[in-house]
């Protein structure tokens, strides 16, 4: 039998939502792309079910976010250990609420957009071996039984927190198990909780319930009395007497479809990159499930390393633009262990010194109006940025808001409507040049650019103009540039005219 062969740019190693968003915006690209995935189905159950603002505008720089938000619960505020209230109605974005959705919506809207972009998608493709050299990485599958080879220039391991990527590159995971015994199940209410959701903890253990939108909820349990191996099912008893003491009742839960027990660990790996392969999501990082920082994590990470590979693949950069990726994402990664951890430390703490310290500091918080904000920043992924270079303008590595726009091209008859603001005009997968009057110098990079002038002429950027890369953060910006000047940052962005 003919071992089978394929050739591709990049190969992506597991369907899940990083996997996805990246294989679809590779595709966008018109880079040819690969997902392998050991899954022969679609997976029905989740463990992620937190859409955060920042992953909500980057799925809005798709076109995905509004029927995303159609199916789920958006929730505009956060109460934590029953006393202190997080209200995200404030939050500077088109998003300002957590959207409580199951993961497999997610992921089922990014493969949809990946296989209509033209990624290639192959189930059962169970990796068992890898190689890399000077021009591209070789990787060893069992696809039905069968031998099969995948060549590609880059590969990126998207394949969780057991990722057979990373193993077979020999990186290490360093970290520790920072929970155990968490209960998990899909379960209906007799009663909904008034906030929709509801969160809780006393001084033995903490309890979640988290609406789906179809009539299921997902409870989340801990008590630290109770030790459950891994897989195993909780019992409905079980789960009713920890919400109870937690949450001051249990709403009537009943009419479980599925349940288990799972322990959380918390580890990242040194290096995201090694050669020509890279990791992301779960491979990369993993933390407890407090702040739902997890699914977010990645979708954020793959939607920072997407428009990087296909700037290298389509020879409008070099290879050294993907070490960005490292310096970029690998803080935002432990920022996101030390957050989750201390959320999850401070609700199971054991000693009554921890504990009262615990409840003094979130009720000094909860009237502390700059701290609410900047946890909420912080959760919503709304505060990220990343590093710029000492002498930069102070928009460069930040996030750009859903600016209003004006003067982009007209469409064309029967064509969509013209993009009105930032995050639509992102849509195209390029560039976005953002200025009152210097758009004329840009034309030799009309085919990797969107120009556009704000809608406010004398607003805040009345003489600043504004580069925003694909994933919507500031590239560089000036203040009344020159035409050379501006010429020189698009030639260091996007490549020779």
């Known amino acids: 039998m003919t071992e089978k062969q394929t050739v591709t740019d990049v190969i992506v190693v597991g369907a899940g939502p990083t996997g996805l968003l990246l294989a679809g915006d590779l595709a966008a690209a018109g880079v040819g792309v690969t997902l392998l995935e050991k899954r022969t189905e679609d997976s029905g159950l989740t463990r992620a079910f937190a859409v955060h603002a920042r992953t909500l505008e980057l799925l809005d720089a798709r076109g995905l976010a509004d029927e995303l938000i159609a199916d789920g619960r958006p929730v505009t505020s956060l109460l934590a250990f029953n006393r202190a209230r997080i209200d995200l109605g404030g939050l ?48 060893e599958t069992v696809e039905d039984g069968a031998p099969a080879v995948h060549r590609a220039r880059y590969a990126v391991g998207t394949d969780g927190v057991h990722s057979t990527v990373r193993d077979l590159l020999g990186l290490p995971f360093p970290g520790e198990s920072v929970i155990e015994s968490v209960l998990l199940a899909d379960v209906r209410l007799e009663r909904e909780p008034e906030d929709g959701l509801a969160a809780g903890a006393d001084d033995d253990g903490l309890a979640l319930l988290v609406p789906f939108g179809d009539g299921w909820y ?30 001051g009742e249990d709403y009537g839960l009943h009419d479980v479809r599925w349940s288990s027990t799972f322990h959380s660990d918390e580890r990242q790996a040194p290096s995201y990159r090694s050669g020509r392969v890279l990791l992301a999501g779960d491979a990369a990082h993993c933390h407890s499930p407090a702040g739902g920082l997890g699914m977010n994590t990645g979708l954020q990470d793959a939607a920072n390393l997407s428009w990087k590979l296909a700037a290298v693949l389509r020879g409008r950069a070099t290879d050294a633009l993907l070490d960005s990726y490292q310096a970029e994402r690998h803080p935002v990664g432990k920022a996101a262990l030390r957050v989750s951890g201390a959320m999850i430390r401070v609700a199971v703490a054991q000693s009554a010194a921890t504990r009262a310290l615990r409840g003094a500091l979130v009720s000094v918080a909860g009237h502390l109006d700059a701290v609410v904000e900047r946890g909420a920043r912080t959760i919503s992924g709304i505060g990220i940025a990343y590093p710029a270079p000492k002498d930069a303008h102070p928009l460069v590595g930040k996030r750009v808001p859903d600016l209003r726009l004006t003067g982009l091209e007209p469409p064309r008859e029967g064509g969509p409507a013209a993009p009105q603001r930032l995050y639509e005009a992102l849509r195209a997968g390029k560039f976005v040049l953002v200025s009152n009057d210097e758009v004329a110098a840009a034309a030799p990079w009309a085919d990797r650019l969107v120009t556009a002038a704000p809608a406010d002429p004398h607003g805040k950027l009345r003489d600043t103009v504004l580069l925003i890369r694909p994933d919507g953060y500031a590239a560089w910006a000036a203040v009344d540039p020159g035409a050379g000047e501006l010429r020189a940052a698009l030639t260091e962005w996007l490549g020779e005219a």
Do not use: H, S
């Open 92 to 139: 500077p974005t088109r998003f300002p609420f957590v959207l409580m959705t199951p993961q497999y919506r997610t992921e089922r809207l990014l493969l949809d957009r990946a296989v209509k972009a033209g990624a290639v998608v192959l189930r059962g493709a169970e990796v068992t071996g890898l190689r890399q050299d000077a021009e591209g990485v070789t990787l």
């Open 218 to 247: 997902r409870v989340l349990a801990w008590d630290r009395n109770e030790r459950l191996p891994d897989g195993a099912e909780p019992g409905l008893d079980l789960l009713a007497a920890i919400a109870r003491r937690a949450l």
